[in-house]
């Protein structure tokens, strides 16, 4: 069983383009997170949410948008999408007070 | 906010020797250290971790040791193998486990 799920795992696309990025965990978890990997691997989180509340937004555009709507599901939408959105996403989970666990990431490729 | 730096950004091993891989924090209020590996395509895997209130933690080949005082914390892997070779990464985050900061990552490269 998957810990924690992501689809697509690739996903293509025009500039402008709107597109969304989902994310599933099974292991009870409160506590949701999006973190940005660029090409040079620097791991950079985005959103964390608590009990489906945005707790942290890291000065991210507001072309993304989280929605979380049950504590096992943490979805990334993202608007009006430029060149530089182009990355690999990781979702994570944790229980409040121990480790993450990862999903398998999602690499976007923007054209 | 908090800063985590790693060093060194590549690091390459013969098998059979070890590697040892640092990190240091700016934030006194951080408590808690993970060490992720990310294997080529897949998502960071957790492989060790340590709380503020010990100094050193080990499991198998691997351990992890903490100086709260400087502010640094190390990861070691001894014997090393091919299988180990990965992009590891530190990170650190405080109380609320809200916001973990990461290590720009070490590239672990062993030889055979």
């Known amino acids: 069983d998957t810990a924690v799920s992501q689809t697509p795992k690739y996903l293509v696309t025009q500039m402008g383009n709107d597109k969304s990025i989902k994310c599933e965990q099974n292991?009870?978890?409160?506590?949701m997170y999006w973190y940005k990997q660029d090409s040079k691997k620097f791991l950079k989180i985005m959103f964390s949410?608590?009990?489906?509340?945005?707790?942290i937004n890291e000065t991210v555009p507001n072309r993304f948008s989280p929605k979380s709507p049950d504590k096992a599901h943490l979805n990334l939408h993202i608007n009006s999408l430029e060149l530089g959105d182009s990355a690999v996403y990781f979702c994570a989970s944790s229980l409040a007070g121990a480790e993450q666990f990862f999903g398998p990431g999602t690499r976007l490729t923007v054209l | 906010g908090e800063n985590v730096e790693q060093h060194p950004s590549t690091l390459s091993v013969q098998e059979g020797d070890s590697a040892v891989i640092k990190c240091t924090y700016s934030d006194s209020a951080s408590n808690y250290f993970p060490w992720y590996k990310q294997e080529l395509g897949k998502g960071p895997q957790l492989i060790i971790d340590i709380r503020s209130n010990v100094g050193e933690k080990k499991d198998q080949r691997i351990a992890v040791t903490l100086n709260k005082t400087a502010k640094h914390f190390s990861l070691h892997i001894t014997e090393t193998q091919p299988e180990d070779s990965a992009v590891y990464f530190c990170?650190?985050?405080?109380?609320?486990?809200?916001?973990?900061?990461f290590g720009s990552g070490t590239k672990l490269n062993v030889k055979p």
């Open positions: 292991l009870g978890h409160d506590t």
């Open positions: 949410y608590n009990n489906k509340e945005l707790i």
């Open positions: 990170a650190a985050t405080g109380h609320n486990f809200n916001k973990f900061y």
